[in-house]
C-alpha cells in the first residue's frame, strides 16, 4: 500500500506492507526522510486535526488517498496550538460543509458554559458525539419521542431509555455494519450522556459504562446489539431427511389386500369362478 506524507515542504509515498502499524507507519516515514530514531513525530490530516494512533488505521481504510502531514515534536506543538485555537471558536468552512451533507446541525461554536475547563480534544469529541446521536433520534422513528420525553422531564423513564437504546443500535449497525468497533460503540455511548447528561453514572470513570464498557464488553448497547446478531442469524430449521436404502433393503409401499370374504359371498364368487372355467373348456356361452 502506498501512503502519501508531507514533511515540512517535502512530500513523498510511503510504502507499506498489507496489515501494517501505527508504529510501522511512523518507523517508515523516519526512514523515508531520513529522521533519527528518537523523533517525536505528529500526524495531521488534510483538515489540520491530528490523528492519534486509536483512529489512525480507520482513517486510512476509510481514505487511502489522504495525504498526512508529519511533524516532529517542535514544530507539531505549533502546528496542533494554531489549528486547536481554530477548531476551539468555530467550525471551519469545510468541517460545517461535511456536517450539512451529514445532516448534523451546525453550531456556531463547540464550546459550551459548562465544557470551558475542559481539554479542547475532549471537548470536540463529546459534541460531536452529542450531534451524532441527535441526528440519529431525529431520523428514526420514535427518536423524537424520546427527545421531547427528556425536554419536559429532564429524564427518561424505563421503557424510553430501552427505546433510546433500541434506536441507536439500529443505527450504529446501519452506518458501521453489523459489528462496528469498540470505538464506534463508546462514541455512541458518550453522545448519549453528553445529550442527556441525567443518564451519566456519576460513579464510573467514564460516565458511560452502564451503556457501553469497552473493556468488558458490556453495557445496554453491546447486549442490544447481540441480541439483533442472533435474532439475524437464527434461520428456519430445515427437516433432515434420511437417504432411501436401495437393493433388498429399500422400503417398499403396501400393497392393499381385498378384504377376505367368508359366508354367501365367497360361496357366490367360487360358484362364478368354477362356472366360467367350465364355459371356457366348453366354447358354450352362458
Not at 209 to 221: A, C, P, Q, S
Request: overall charge neutral.
Amino acid at each position: 500500500m502506498l501512503l502519501k506524507v508531507k514533511y515540512q515542504s517535502s512530500k513523498k509515498y510511503i510504502r507499506l506492507q498489507p496489515g501494517f502499524t501505527y508504529l510501522e507507519f511512523i518507523s517508515e516515514v523516519k526512514n523515508k526522510f531520513g529522521l533519527p530514531d528518537v523523533t517525536e513525530l505528529h500526524i495531521f490530516d488534510e483538515t489540520d486535526t491530528a490523528v492519534e494512533e486509536d483512529i489512525f488505521l480507520e482513517l486510512i481504510e476509510a481514505n487511502p488517498d489522504i495525504c498526512l502531514t508529519v511533524c516532529d515534536s517542535a514544530a507539531g506543538d505549533a502546528h496542533s496550538t494554531s489549528s486547536s485555537l481554530t477548531d476551539t471558536m468555530s467550525l471551519s468552512s469545510s468541517d460545517s460543509d461535511l456536517h450539512r451533507d451529514l445532516g448534523i446541525p451546525v453550531t456556531g461554536s463547540r464550546l459550551s458554559t459548562g465544557a470551558k475547563n475542559k481539554p479542547t480534544t475532549e471537548v470536540s469529541e463529546s459534541e460531536a458525539a452529542k450531534e451524532m446521536v441527535e441526528n440519529a433520534l431525529r431520523i428514526k422513528p420514535g427518536g423524537e419521542d424520546v427527545l421531547e420525553e427528556y425536554k419536559s422531564e429532564k429524564s427518561l423513564q424505563h421503557r424510553t431509555r430501552r427505546q433510546l437504546v433500541n434506536i441507536l443500535a439500529s443505527h450504529m449497525t446501519e452506518m458501521h455494519g453489523r459489528i462496528p468497533s469498540r470505538k464506534q460503540k463508546e462514541k455512541y455511548a458518550l453522545g448519549i450522556i453528553t445529550l442527556f447528561p441525567s443518564l451519566k453514572d456519576p460513579f464510573s470513570p467514564k460516565g458511560y459504562e452502564h451503556f457501553y464498557d469497552g473493556e468488558k464488553g458490556t453495557g445496554y448497547l453491546a447486549w442490544r446489539l447481540k441480541t439483533m446478531s442472533r435474532s439475524r442469524d437464527r434461520r428456519p430449521e430445515k427437516v433432515a431427511t434420511s437417504p432411501q436404502a436401495q437393493g433388498p433393503n429399500r422400503r417398499r409401499s403396501t400393497v392393499t389386500v381385498p378384504q377376505q370374504l367368508d359366508g354367501d359371498a365367497c360361496r357366490e364368487a367360487q360358484f362364478l369362478f368354477g362356472h366360467n372355467a367350465r364355459h371356457s373348456r366348453r366354447g358354450g356361452s352362458v
